[in-house]
């Protein structure tokens, strides 16, 4: 297994310009990702602040009883009771199947940084990955993408959910998932792998109650010998830990409102867009209501002096909603704004490890934080990975493309020149020729109706219509032609853009790591963790 690294541009400005370490972005954050010192900053930063950090370990050790173990994770824990430790986090949605590779690559980041870190800083720094458990869309967590011979195939998770529950409250029904992973991976073909996969799937599903057990399972199990330590923000013990949080967070709601518009208008002073939507006089806290099954964002009423929610379904007063933080934290969670001020408050953090979206919402951040005296951890981009099979690396050889632009662009256009190229140009001259007479003349027809027979030009332009079709269709067959004749290389134009660039988006938020773990085994993982990679913002082509 070997790597290169490429630089490759970003659709979004914004971490573009994070990336190359812009005067514009930098004044949005507290600290450079880039600058070694940064870190040293933080840790003296994170020295003078104090942490629950018993309690904190308390809750993870025994929420991960239930996981896979390892003496690394038992010795992370440790670490995390340490008064001079630190941790580097970061967190996704509990996806199914673990989701979309990013969320692989994600926890790969937050373990080789920690790993790095650790090393540079001589002080223990614990990798932590925040499970968005509290998250209520099921939608985005319900599917993965599995190859087909024409694109990609969405594949739903059976299982419906039809309210607005917390995914860490949904039941998982073991049933239906045994029989959809078992039809999951017979569509990956059978290899030498598949046997043990489908046992390890098996033993996660039999030893999960919901959907994010399911998740922290798997990932336990994939990564539990790096120290890896979890953390479900859905999770009623952890809430209960927030308590405090959610009470100065409710005190001071509008401070921390405006504070947020106040960076935003920074934001946007300076030429990027906004990735925050904040509704009208925004409490930034969902409150959980039982009998609806249903998470509710809360907003604050003026006229009323009250917190409502949408509809006003659920009404509380000042006293009434402090309570509610008081004596059941359980029915409060995060948004946004303030999942990552909590995050802070909890975890004595070195670093946080982002996406490309999560790296322009924390821009506008910024002075919600020092409302609270206290300062934004380096914001670290995520690891950018594609995995290049031999065969795909082979077809792109023998096809004389370049790897960058690939993976900028996909082959689709590639493709369509090289049909092109071999197309009979006379044919399709000749059938064009045969499309403008027909326009022309039906023109000069219906000139000559419009005369005297207006009634007809509907049937004239039906007629017109069938006739252009007719010749259109003779044109795609001459071109299907063609594709047969040459069905091999346009394959392999297809099978590169379908791995590498599938439906126009990067590898990383169509495909799946349970494919290449039925084809490679499970141990590609630790594999790919041993590769020299270092957070440059270079996109990381491993070659499997």
Sequence with gaps: MEMINLSLPVANKFVTDYLEQKNSTKDFFHYSYLDKGSY??????????????????????????NFPQSDKVRHSIAKLRMENSVVVIGGQQ??????????????????????????????????????????????EINHIYTPSKEKMKKVVFPQRVLDKRMASD???????????LETIIESYGETDHSQSLLQLLQKAVDESTTIVDFFS??????????????VDSGDKEIRKLEKEIFLKQINEFQQLADAVSTQQKLVQENGYSLVIEMAENP??????????????????????????????????????????????????????????????????TLAFIGGPGEIAYWAELKKAFEHLEIKMPPVVPRLNITLLERSVEADIEELKLSMKDVLINGTSEKCAQFLQSVSNEKIARLLSE????????????????????????????????????????????????????????????????QNLKPEGSPQERIWNI???????????????????????????????
């Design 217 to 230: 399972y798997l990932t336990m199990s994939l990564f539990k010998d790096y120290g890896l330590l979890l």
């Design 40 to 65: 040293e900053k933080r840790v003296k930063e994170l020295e003078a602040r104090s942490f629950m950090r018993n309690d904190v370990a308390d809750y993870i050790e025994a929420y991960m009883k």
């Design 94 to 139: 509990a996806g199914v199947l673990t989701g979309p590779l990013y969320s692989i690559h994600k926890v790969i980041s937050i373990i080789l940084l920690a790993k790095q870190k650790e090393e540079e800083l001589d002080i223990p720094v614990v990798p932590v990955f925040w499970v968005a458990g509290e998250d209520h869309d099921y939608l």
């Design 514 to 544: 349970t494919y290449f773990l039925n084809k490679y085994g499970i141990d590609i993982l630790q594999d790919v963790m041993e590769l020299p990679m270092t957070f440059d913002g270079t996109h990381k082509v491993v070659k499997l």
């Design 170 to 180: 949904i039941e998982l029904d073991k049933q239906v998932c045994t029989d959809w």
């Design 283 to 348: 409490v930034n806290l969902f409150y959980y209501d039982d009998t609806e099954q249903e998470r509710v964002l809360l907003q604050y009423d003026e006229r009323g002096n009250r917190f409502v929610g949408k509809d006003k379904i659920v009404s509380f007063t000042f006293d009434e909603l402090k309570e509610i933080a008081s004596e059941f934290p359980q029915k409060l969670s995060n948004n946004v704004v303030t999942r990552p001020i909590t995050q802070d408050l909890l975890f004595p």
């Design 434 to 497: 045969v499309k403008d007479v027909i326009e022309t003349k039906y023109n000069q027809i219906e000139e000559e109706i419009k005369a005297g027979h207006k009634g007809l030009l509907p049937l004239l332009e039906k007629n017109e219509d069938f006739l252009i079709s007719q010749v259109e269709f003779m044109q795609n067959k001459v071109d299907d032609s063609v594709k047969l004749k040459h069905e091999v290389i346009v394959n392999k134009f297809s099978r590169i853009e």
